[in-house]
């Protein structure tokens, strides 16, 4: 297939900016481009027929204004039609990419004084990756993981994208397996000029968030394979920011450190407020892109950018109008930290109340504890009986739900267990468990 000249000018501005990202981009990344079609007309029409007739978006109007059904309209309160059921642009609203990104300069100030692209909004985090999936993954392209991982990233990257998903294990002892890390990403490097790594903390299922140094280890390792001649991708999966509960873990996104280090490391942050606004189905997710540039950042991040924007044209077009601007209000609230520091609070009693309960010893003889101080949920390896087994012996005879992820380990998420029942799920778990040995 040609290449259109639109990417054609893109590629250019890209290759220029740092060529490793042209052998970094999958075969459509590198044919993607933000067509000056319909809405590239339409926006020059609302700029110069505002006050005359201007017949270019297939959206309806009445007198000028968004028509709309009372049925629908009665339940949007504070939004005006314009603004919540017409089409948002492909990009995102641009105030909530820019409130987006300032704020992602508070949350990590060691972001401080580096330049990386503004977020371009994705219909949720899910669809942030399936973005990136598109932009970067070809087939056979090696992706890597530890073995806890969320398992939606199977269906997204191996069953859709063809991607080679290749794990190592997360824990070494109590913490981030940083020799077994290291040693999964060599091999990959061996064989492969490009390789794809996904850093999930707080990580879904285990509810586990690296140290500082671990962090520090991870930037140095990948850094070091860039040094060496690989084009390394890292994408920060933060789903789960800051739903931190103790002291020890990173306080940052991994994306701060990895986006400044060297031309042949790509940093790509995927977040959103579904968790950290609790705001599930808003589906409202970012995906920014930081790397070292030649000349004007601007510019390189703008073709990124377009990119990124021609991909979700040809996919969802749009994410919602609705959503985004909901989430923009909440942004702009006065007192929406507070709000938010309110729901962690009580999230973190949870956590820690789970890790009080899981203290006494008669468990310790039949399940063993992963290590977690952080996100929604917390893992269990059990030792005497099989997950699957036991999450629908546990579901019919106490009624209790919890998620089995392989042969030995239970995902608990007790973002949605209330504090009082915590020690009655546990206990629940423990009798079946015990139902099971004896009917062994
Ligand atoms: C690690 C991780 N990434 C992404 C997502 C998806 O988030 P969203 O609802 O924004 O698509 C989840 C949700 O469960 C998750 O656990």
Known sequence: MQINPIAQELNAIIKNGNPHLMEMFSKTGRRLFFPKGILTQSA????????????TIGIATESLHTMCLPSVMSHITGLRASDSLTYAPSYGIFALRQMWKEAMYQKNPSLQGKSVSLPVVTNGITHGISVFADMFIDPDDVV???????????????????????????????????????????????????????LN???NPTGYTISDSEGNRIVEILTRLAEEGTNVIAVTDDAYFGLRYEEGPMKESLFSR??????????????GATKELFVWGLR?????????????????????????????????SNASHLG??????????PSIEKEKAEKVEILKKRAMRVKTVLADPKYKEVWDVYPFNSGYFMCIKLKTVNAEKLRLHLLEKYKVGMISINDTDLRIAFSSVDEENIEAMFEFLYKAVKDMEIAA
């Open 44 to 55: 020059e029409a609302r700029q110069k027929a505002y006050d005359r007739f201007n017949a």
């Open 324 to 333: 985004q601007s909901l989430v923009l209000k909440a942004l702009k609230s």
């Open 258 to 271: 990895l986006c400044d280090r060297h031309p042949r490391l790509l940093a790509v942050k995927l977040d």
């Open 201 to 203: 903390f707080p990580n």
């Open 284 to 316: 409202v997710g970012f995906i920014t892109y930081g790397t070292v540039i030649n000349g004007e950042h601007a510019v390189f991040y703008d073709a990124l950018e377009k990119k990124t924007a021609g991909n979700i044209r040809g996919t969802v």
């Open 144 to 198: 890597i993981f530890p073995d806890k991982m969320w398992g939606n990233n199977h269906l997204i990257m191996s069953v859709r994208g063809d991607a080679n998903i290749t794990q190592y294990p997360l824990f070494a002892g109590n913490g981030f397996n940083i020799a077994g890390f290291e040693q999964k990403v060599r091999r990959e490097a061996e064989n492969n000029y490009k390789i794809i790594v996904f």
